[in-house]
């Protein structure tokens, strides 16, 4: 991807991520972008933030929200999705300030979806490669879109993926294999804290 991020602003976005979340649960108000953001964080850029819980080394989803098109600067995109993904996820309750201990956070920051193109739905599977691509299914009002590390996470191989990211569209499994469904994919710099409040890491996928 050409756009690139160096340690450094990664470690900046998960750090912005938490305090964005912790100022928001315990005062309610939402954080500005800091003024030592760098200017390279002002790009507008789609991103995903991640919240988990971690329970002995491993993690659990309690939220995560994002935008998967490049529609507001970045640094603004990070604190929305923060804070919608701890209080805004309707698969979760809201968080409590107390759970800030005990969760990591993790920012994708995402290339502008891109179509895959194809004759014939069957080759969709050659298409697409498990620990590079995301991917965004929509079939009319329906949408659904799974991150790259998702299908590593679970061990899916690519076929899986298609069908667990139709199903998160709330379509039938085989969906990928009809006509009219439109199949976007995209990448993602990931950046993730290895524990709560701890180091934090460029994520490598691999398969």
């Known amino acids: ?3 690139e991020l160096t340690q450094q602003e990664g470690e900046f976005l998960v750090q912005l991520a938490r305090k964005t979340v912790q100022l928001y649960l315990e005062n309610g108000k939402t954080l500005k972008p800091p003024k030592e953001t760098p200017q390279k964080l002002f790009a507008q850029c789609g991103v995903f933030v ?3 819980t971690l329970v002995h080394g491993e993690k659990a989803l309690r939220g995560c929200i994002g935008y998967p098109y490049p529609t507001s600067p970045l640094v603004e995109a990070v604190i929305d999705s923060a804070i919608n993904a701890a209080t805004q996820d309707p698969r979760f309750d809201p968080m409590d300030p107390r759970e800030l201990d005990g969760v990591v956070f993790e920012v994708s920051v995402l290339t502008p979806p891109e179509p ?3 004759s014939d739905p069957r080759e969709y599977v050659k298409k697409i ?3 590079e691509d995301g991917l965004i299914i929509e079939q009319g009002y329906r949408k659904g879109l799974l991150l790259p590390q998702v299908p590593i996470e679970w061990g899916w191989g690519e076929e899986e993926f298609l069908c667990q990211c139709c199903m998160k569209a709330g379509l039938p499994p085989d969906s990928w294999l009809t006509k009219n469904t439109k199949i ?3 990448h993602a710099i990931i950046f993730e804290e290895e524990k709560p409040n701890g180091p934090i890491k460029r994520l490598s996928l691999k398969k």
């Open 1 to 3: 991807m050409s756009f």
């Open 116 to 118: 895959v193109q194809t």
């Open 184 to 186: 976007y994919k995209f």
């Open 129 to 131: 490669q498990v620990g």
């Open 50 to 52: 991640t919240i988990s």
